[in-house]
């Protein structure tokens, strides 16, 4: 089995920085694009950044230039810096792996943590 086990969410004032990070663990297993979904109440989950095997990223337009994704393959882990966070960035974050095992591709999700950013 896989697990994705996320971590460095809390509260924040508008301007302010938090890092999250997500760690993949299990065995025979090979991850592909890893990214960060957000979820704010009463909207649709939304794509935050993503980063392929490779190191490509790709960002929402809402958070270019203030987030920066990546990864450390060694570790299973991909990171998601936050800077010049704004109320509007207020939501569950969700890390997610595309990963393969054998001839098969799993998505997998975290459990969520919470990004409060206050005016």
């Known amino acids: 089995q896989v697990q994705l086990v996320e971590s460095g969410g809390g509260s924040v004032q508008a301007g302010g920085s938090l890092r999250l990070s997500c760690a993949v663990s299990?065995?025979?297993?090979?991850?592909?694009?890893m990214g960060w979904y957000r979820q704010a109440p009463g909207k649709r989950r939304e794509l935050v950044a993503a980063?392929?095997?490779?190191?490509?990223?790709n960002y929402a337009d809402s958070v270019k230039d203030r987030f920066t994704i990546s990864r450390d393959n060694a570790k299973n882990t991909v990171y998601l810096q936050m800077t010049s966070l704004k109320p509007e960035d207020t939501a569950v974050y969700y890390c997610?792996?595309?990963?393969?095992?054998?001839?098969?591709?799993?998505?997998?999700w975290g459990q969520g943590t919470q990004v409060t950013v206050s005016s």
């Open positions: 980063i392929t095997s490779g190191g490509i990223t």
């Open positions: 997610h792996a595309d990963v393969s095992r054998g001839v098969w591709r799993y998505d997998y």
């Open positions: 299990g065995s025979d297993f090979s991850i592909n694009t």
